[in-house]
């Protein structure tokens, strides 16, 4: 989906049903993530914060990244309303330009549906994490009801598990809500997937 679609409804995206179903969302990533109080935490396409920002007082440091400059607004507006310190927003394209800073967990909801380029977005998400970092991500089951040309039509899991295994050595997913009218206005099923990051291989021992 274009980024100026985003812009557009940006202002009337916190719709009552996009705020249940984050909380819905939110509900699993903690069961998933464990303790978050000294890691720098990613919410990669934030859109207009409604996963993370609760998070921010659970975790040292987040940050809200999203393409669309109409999102990002309305998350600073957000962050600013709240008096969140350990809060920083970005307008960026991680597909073009990717920030130098390391972060210990990244999530992604709802988010790899609209990147036609999946594994080169998995890897750079991999690049920016710490050794031992890990990633979460939100999204729809493959669904044959759908078509758009622009979005996936969700995802098998174990394709991404398989996809993700290069970097990642524990990898796991599982679909945990579905609903009516979820997906392109069709009944759909979202899973949660986590994956922790391979460490740096250590040097094996000299043997005399």
Not at 11 to 23: I, N
Not at 107 to 133: C, F, K, N, W, Y
């Amino acid at each position: 989906m274009a980024q100026n679609i985003f812009d557009q409804i940006a202002k009337k995206y916190d719709s009552p049903k996009q705020q249940a179903l984050a909380k819905v969302i939110r509900q699993e990533i903690e069961k998933e993530w464990g303790n978050q109080s000294d890691k720098r935490v990613l919410d990669f396409g934030c859109g207009t914060g409604l996963i993370s920002l609760p998070f921010a007082g659970k975790v040292k440091q987040l940050f809200l990244v999203d393409v669309s400059s109409e999102m990002t607004k309305i998350t600073q507006e957000k962050i600013t309303q709240q008096g969140l310190l350990n809060t920083t927003v970005l307008t960026a394209d991680f597909l073009q330009d990717l920030p130098t800073f390391k972060v210990d967990t990244i999530l992604v909801s709802l988010v790899l549906l609209h990147i036609p380029q999946t594994a080169e977005i998995l890897q750079r998400l991999a690049d920016m994490l710490t050794e031992s970092g890990q990633l979460i991500i939100v999204d729809f089951d493959k669904n044959p009801l759908v078509y758009h040309e622009r979005v996936h039509n969700g995802f098998e899991q174990t394709m991404l598990q398989q996809m993700l295994s290069k970097n990642f050595s524990k990898v796991h997913s599982r679909t945990f809500y579905e609903g009516d009218h979820l997906f392109m206005n069709q009944a759909a099923t979202m899973f949660i997937l986590h994956a922790e990051k391979n460490e740096m291989l250590k040097p094996l021992p000299l043997v005399n």
